[in-house]
Every structure is written in C-alpha cells, then in structure tokens.
C-alpha cells in the first residue's frame, strides 16, 4: 500500500480535504490523518493539539466548539491557492473514501477520542475492513484494540533523537516481542537505516502488519516492497509510485 501522509502534503496543505481528495487523485491506496477532539466531541483532523502552527489563528482544539474551529483557515499558510481550506472533521474524511481504499488514523489525544470514533464507525459511513486506528501511546493502543476488535491497531514507534543504531536494532527487536505478547495487529515505525528486510522478516514471519513512515526516497521505498512491507507512508505518493514503477519495472 501506498499510504499518503496528511494526505498528498507535499502538494496540498496537510491533512485537509484538499490534501485527502487530492491524494485520492495520485492513485493513493490510503491515507493517514491525525485527529483530536473538540470541545463539544467531534473527531477532528489536524496534527497539532492547537492551530498556531497551521492556522491563520491561534485556537487550542480542545477547548473549542466545532463551529469555532471551522472558522479558522488552514489553507492560506501554505499558499493564496489554498486560501478557505478549513479544519476537516473525520467524518467528512470519511465520506470521501473509496470503496477499495483505506484510510489510517493516527489518535493524537488519547482516550479522549474512543466516544467519538465509536459513534462515527457505527454510522458505518465506510466499512470497518477500510478502517486502521493508530496510537504511540502502548496502553492507548491497547485500549482500542479492546473498543474495536473488528479494526486493526498499529502501534506507532519513533526512535529518540540520540539513539544509535545498535539500540534502534535492539529496540526494533522489542518491539516485535512487546506487539505479539500485547496481541496488537502490527506496527508502524519511523523509517530508519536500521528498518530492514531482517526486521521485516522478523515482523512480517510472526504474522504481524508493518508500515513505515515517512518514506519520500523511492530507492527505500522499492527497498522496503521489494522486502514485503504491506505499506509505506509518504508525502508524495502520486510522484513516488511512478518513482519505483520507472526503477523497479513492476506496477503496485
């Protein structure tokens, strides 16, 4: 799977519908989106826990209505062509989903959004199949992997900025151990040197699913497929796609 990251962000602001339906466009299989939730209890998609770094005001989404939110343009920081762009909630996201794509979603606020989520995927809007949950917190991942035993949850995993090679082999090591005792269905790790086909064997031998993010170097990402991760995310994946077709001579 080629899994556009915020959407196709390299190319439309980050984790808006503009960026979403754009990536549908580049012929993504998936998207990934964060989200956090409002004051009044809406599944919203942005990455940070406020505005300040996106918006063209500054609102922390906690503690403020939907209504508050929409009213914040999160396009215009990119460019004046993307001007209007609004926060999406993730319901709106997954209207936009096609019936053979999938859409990932990162859980950026805790427990705080279980109520949500489970409200928005018993509106089957799109099927639970079509629907990953992902948390770099263990114990949240845990927690809805208990909320929702029909999804798959990913853990995600990003290394300490001072950490070597050997311990980021050592912690890839205990990773695998720590999602199979914790019966998690696979991860999602942060694309390092050390994220290599003895770690995919490794994960994929013990049955579990892997993704690594983020992964705008088509050498790695033919490196990766060719070791048979099930999906890579990345900023650009209409561009990278044909990347790895035009240098591997295969399609995805």
Not at 66 to 93: A, F, S, Y
Request: net charge negative.
């Amino acid at each position: 799977m080629i899994i556009a990251h915020r959407g196709a962000s390299h190319d439309a602001p980050e984790n808006t519908l503009a960026a979403i339906n754009l990536a549908w466009l580049q012929n993504a299989d998936a998207i990934e989106v964060d989200i956090h939730v409002t004051k009044d209890q809406h599944a919203v998609v942005i990455h940070d826990a406020n505005t300040k770094r996106t918006g063209d005001k500054y609102l922390e989404i906690m503690d403020n209505t939907l209504n508050d939110l929409k009213k914040i343009d999160i396009g215009i920081r990119m460019d004046d062509h993307w001007k209007g762009e609004v926060i999406p909630t993730l319901e709106e996201v997954f209207y936009t989903v096609p019936v053979n794509k999938s859409v990932f979603v990162e859980v950026k606020c805790g427990r705080r959004a279980l109520l949500p989520l489970r409200k928005l995927i018993h509106k089957n809007i799109i099927k639970a199949s079509q629907i990953f949950l992902m948390d770099f917190d263990l114990q949240n991942v845990l927690a809805m992997r208990n909320e929702f035993p029909d999804i798959p949850v990913l853990w995600l995993y990003e290394f300490k900025a001072d950490s070597g090679s050997a311990a980021r082999k050592i912690n890839l090591n205990e990773l695998v151990k720590t999602a199979l005792k914790n019966r998690i269905s696979g991860l999602s790790v942060e694309n390092v040197p050390e994220f290599d086909s003895g770690f995919i064997q490794n994960a994929k031998g013990h049955g579990l699913q892997l993704y690594c993010w983020t992964v705008n170097e088509p050498d790695k990402a033919d490196y990766l497929f060719e070791h048979r991760i099930d999906g890579i995310i990345t900023d650009r994946p209409g561009w990278i796609r044909n990347q790895i077709k035009r240098q591997a001579g295969y399609s995805l």
